[in-house]
């Protein structure tokens, strides 16, 4: 979808005669419009997505010894092929944050805590909770989850948050604000969940060897240097262009590669787990059925927390959205570093996208379908003072 596609969709969403219907319009109406303003590249997405995970699974198993080169083909433990599609997708979404707005959202105290509630209270202890109870007979399957839920997400959100016409600039402080968190806390979680709780409830104990530097480095190369990237090009762009300019003929241009490169991620990632993924199919359901039900948990927590709280669409969306997604880099790589490749730890952080990316499309139309029932940002923004939370 191109920029000024996506400016009419999200516009078209905004109407005070969607919400509440006190128009006469009826949803459907809004939604084939919606549809109407979709590319091809958007309509069919979940086909391309479906598409580079067979294709990335076939070249996984078809090709021998591919998945050992594209491991091979690293900086400092980190995956070449994957960091490159992870900036690629990040790079055009996060030169689309409009940064002399952030002030807006670091206002919104309410969004902020309950984030921060939800990533690091209810999402690690929620998962916590799933691995023990589908995976109580799988010790190492069982801790590969639990890892996979202390690695908040702080890359594949921002494009579900984007499809789904979340905030952007509320995606761009969240998602910062979880890299600060994962730095901090990853490794004291990790021995509260993996050791302490356990202990204290006579369970087996694991132990977590990571440290504070693997966990800055992700974030560094995964978020900060899209985010520098991102900024750079809107305070370059509009100094030498203009913001319309900047809007209407650079973003359009550049659009489309955060979906590109969101599909060769997928590729590589499968590529490369593609052995392990096929040759343990009753392993990834069972793995994969507690993902299945934290995400839903997730995400419905989120959009049910942002309408209690009487947020707009864009900002329920985006505290969605920003809850149910695992930064599955980080969670491989960390039960790789300790536990070994071909351990059943890193099997599970490799569920983890296999499940993930199409649940969540898949509520990528749930959000866009849900869109009517609340207030959006425009509309909130001509709302009396008292009527309008989190404009």
């Known amino acids: 979808m191109t920029e000024e596609q996506r400016n009419e969709t999200a516009i078209s969403m905004s109407q005070p005669t969607h919400v509440g219907n006190p128009g006469g319009a009826s949803p459907d109406d809004g939604s084939v419009h919606v549809a109407a303003k979709l ?11 479906g598409a580079a995970m067979i294709a990335g699974l076939l070249l996984g198993r078809a090709i021998p010894g591919l998945d050992q080169a594209l491991s091979a083909v690293e900086v400092d433990g980190v995956s070449l092929p994957i960091a490159i599609g992870l900036l690629v997708m990040m790079y ?44 109580y007979d799988l010790p190492e399957y069982r801790t590969g989850l639990i890892i996979v839920g202390l690695a908040r997400c702080i890359a594949m959100v921002i494009i579900w948050n984007d499809l789904a016409c979340g905030d952007r600039e509320a995606a761009a402080v969240l998602v910062a604000l979880n890299s600060v968190f994962q730095v901090v806390m990853f490794g004291v979680l990790g021995w509260f969940y993996l050791s302490v709780l356990p202990g204290w409830l006579g369970l087996p104990e694991e132990t977590l060897d990571v440290s504070p530097w693997q966990i800055a480095k992700s974030v560094v190369i995964f978020l900060g240097i899209p985010l520098l990237a991102g900024y750079l090009s809107r305070r370059i762009g509009e100094k030498r262009w203009g913001r319309e300019a900047y809007e209407q003929s650079f973003l359009p241009r550049i659009g ?31 793995i994969a059925l507690p993902l299945l039900v934290y995400f839903a948990l997730m995400w419905g927590g989120g959009f049910a927390l942002g309408k209690a709280l009487g947020m707009t669409y864009e900002r329920t969306t985006t505290l969605a959205f920003t809850a149910a997604g695992n930064n599955f880099e980080l969670a491989i790589a960390v039960a790789i570093a300790t536990f070994g490749v071909t351990s059943g730890q890193a099997l599970a952080g490799v569920v983890g996208p296999l499940i993930e990316v199409p649940v969540l499309v898949g509520l990528v139309y749930v959000s866009l379908a849900l869109r009517n029932k609340f207030p959006h940002q425009q509309q909130a923004a001509t709302l009396p003072p008292k009527e309008s939370p989190h404009a």
């Open 39 to 49: 590319s091809t590249l958007d309509r069919f997405l979940p086909v391309w997505i």
């Open 92 to 135: 055009p979404v996060l030169a689309k944050v409009r940064y002399d707005r952030l002030d807006t959202v670091t206002a919104d105290k309410p969004m902020l805590v309950s984030s921060l509630v939800l990533n690091w209270v209810i999402g690690p202890l929620l998962m916590f909770t799933l691995a023990w109870i589908f995976l």
């Open 256 to 286: 489309p590669w955060a979906l590109y490169g969101l599909l060769f991620t997928i590729v590589i990632l499968f590529a490369l787990q593609g052995d392990q993924i096929t040759n343990n199919p009753w392993d990834v359901a069972r």
